[in-house]
């Protein structure tokens, strides 16, 4: 049964700082990976999909990796910014078509 | 350009009356899926519709659960005789495709919670 976990739950950085969130998981068999943002009261935004047969994606400051045989993710933020302030979920597409959720990190970014 | 819509965004039940959520996906899309996610926890998923048909319920509680996607019309998600556990966000997604693989990308709505007292 695949399960997708998220270190850390909680993080608190300076504004500036690059930083660096986790996601595992415990079946490679994936058809991909996503990053989703989540803020408060509010729904989820996609981030950045990486194929399995891909290493990474980039978007602006986000970078995505993605390494199967080892189960894991990372979702890599360059010169954060207040404006990221948010919950950042992955998930993985598992071989029956269903993503599996983490259950997110808590990034605050103070000013 | 309207993206996925969910209705009510807050919706208050006591124990024991009936939620309907509402879901319209994105213009052309006909794959419906919904989520829940529980206070501190991650999303969990319930149910994929498609068009006038159930495609997987195998996330949705056996008992006062039930989803469905008319022919016309939004997704409907309905919960029977609300417990307190059934608070919640619920969210609602749409894709273009069969797989969310194929279209690279869910459409999220911006949730509906519940709030069971």
């Known amino acids: 049964k695949q399960e997708v976990t998220q270190i850390p739950a909680a993080l608190s950085v300076p504004e500036g700082e690059n930083l660096v969130l986790n996601c595992s998981f415990t079946?490679?068999?994936?058809?991909?990976l996503q990053w989703f943002r989540q803020d408060p009261g509010k729904g989820l935004t996609s981030l950045l999909l990486?194929?399995?047969s891909q290493r990474e994606q980039t978007s602006g400051r986000l970078n995505a990796s993605l390494d199967k045989s080892s189960g894991r993710s990372t979702l890599y933020i360059a010169a954060s910014q207040p404006g990221d302030s948010a919950t950042y979920l992955c998930?993985?597409?598992?071989?029956?078509?269903?993503?599996?959720w983490g259950a997110g990190t808590k990034l605050i970014i103070k000013p | 350009n309207a993206g996925v819509m969910q209705n009510p965004r807050h919706l208050v039940r006591r124990r024991g009356q009936e939620a309907r959520l509402r879901c319209s996906p994105m213009?052309?899309?006909?794959?419906v899926y919904w989520y829940r996610q529980l206070p501190e926890e991650g999303l969990k998923f319930m149910v994929y519709?498609?068009?006038?048909?159930?495609?997987?319920e195998s996330g949705m509680p056996k008992e006062r659960f039930s989803a469905e996607f008319p022919k016309e019309g939004p997704s409907i998600l309905r919960i029977q005789q609300v417990v307190r556990g059934d608070s919640a966000a619920y969210f609602c997604?749409?894709?273009?495709?069969?797989?969310?693989?194929?279209?690279?990308?869910?459409?999220f709505g911006e949730g509906s919670r519940l709030t069971v007292l």
């Open positions: 997604a749409s894709s273009l495709d069969l797989s969310p693989s194929s279209s690279g990308e869910l459409f």
């Open positions: 213009k052309g899309h006909s794959h």
């Open positions: 519709l498609q068009k006038e048909n159930i495609i997987d």
């Open positions: 079946d490679s068999a994936i058809y991909n």
């Open positions: 990486i194929q399995s």
């Open positions: 998930a993985v597409e598992d071989s029956n078509y269903q993503l599996i």
